[in-house]
């Protein structure tokens, strides 16, 4: 089946409600989110985003998206983004992807790119990449992005300050990105067969209540069969 949606939809639909949200806002203090804008540089000359200060035109934020396959702490993705913070002088840059997005500091001396994250947002648990078309990704997004934006401008105006407060987020992070994005590929394929077999479903009827586990209703919907493919995971 044909993708309907790729890292460009994404970076769209992302924009629009990060702007909507800044117009709305009395306390968010940006101006614009601007898309594939020229950085200025000779080398790495477009980021995928840009977002200016309404009180300082020193301040802007790069931002570096990928689609749901990628993990948005991934070495590759952070070390684009910083790049092309470090080149223009801006304090902080984003990664992220339909399910997350992370605040990083670009200059902190004596530690790794990775060291300088400050702060992971979960977005949505998608599927696929298509599903950002979905009425229900906005709606569930929306809250989430309030706070992030408003967190964001607090730390790059120095309104709080936030500091990383456990390497075992980070490796937790990780792993539920690998569950998240090998759970998205199973799950037509387990569809297709527990639909199909009703001794299979009643094994696992059997099983999940055994174990208590939680999060599984037994009506093997999609909703059901992903969640027990991310245990499975």
């Not at 995928?48 to 702490?73: C, Q, V």
């Not at 730390?155 to 500091?163: A, D, T």
């Not at 590929?185 to 209540?209: G, V």
Request: hydrophobic share 35%; proline share 2%; aromatic share 10%.
């Amino acid at each position: 089946m044909k993708k309907l949606a790729n890292e460009r939809t994404f970076q769209g639909r992302l924009f629009i409600l990060i702007q909507n949200l800044i117009d709305e806002s009395k306390t968010i203090e940006f101006d614009k989110i601007y898309q594939e804008q020229n950085t200025g540089t000779t080398s790495a000359k477009f980021s995928d985003g840009t977002l200016t200060s309404s009180t300082n035109s020193n301040k802007k934020i790069f931002i570096e998206l990928k689609n749901a396959s990628w993990d948005a702490s991934d070495d590759e993705l952070v070390m684009d983004a910083a790049n092309k913070a470090n080149m223009n002088g801006a304090e902080y840059f984003i990664t992220g992807t339909p399910r997350q997005l992370i605040i990083f500091q670009t200059f902190k001396p004596n530690t790794t790119l990775q060291e300088r994250k400050l702060k992971i947002y979960t977005l949505s648990n998608v599927k696929k990449d298509d599903d950002i078309l979905l009425p229900q990704y906005e709606r569930e997004i929306l809250p989430k992005l309030k706070i992030f934006l408003q967190e964001l401008s607090d730390i790059v105006h120095g309104v709080k300050e936030v500091n990383w407060d456990s390497i075992d987020k980070f490796f937790v992070n990780r792993l539920s990105n690998y569950i998240l994005e090998a759970s998205s590929f199973m799950i037509e394929p387990m569809f297709k067969r527990i639909t199909k077999e009703k001794t299979l479903q009643k094994r696992l009827r059997e099983y999940l209540t055994e174990q208590d586990i939680f999060n599984v209703t037994f009506k093997f919907d999609s909703n059901d069969i992903y969640n027990i493919c991310q245990l499975t995971n």
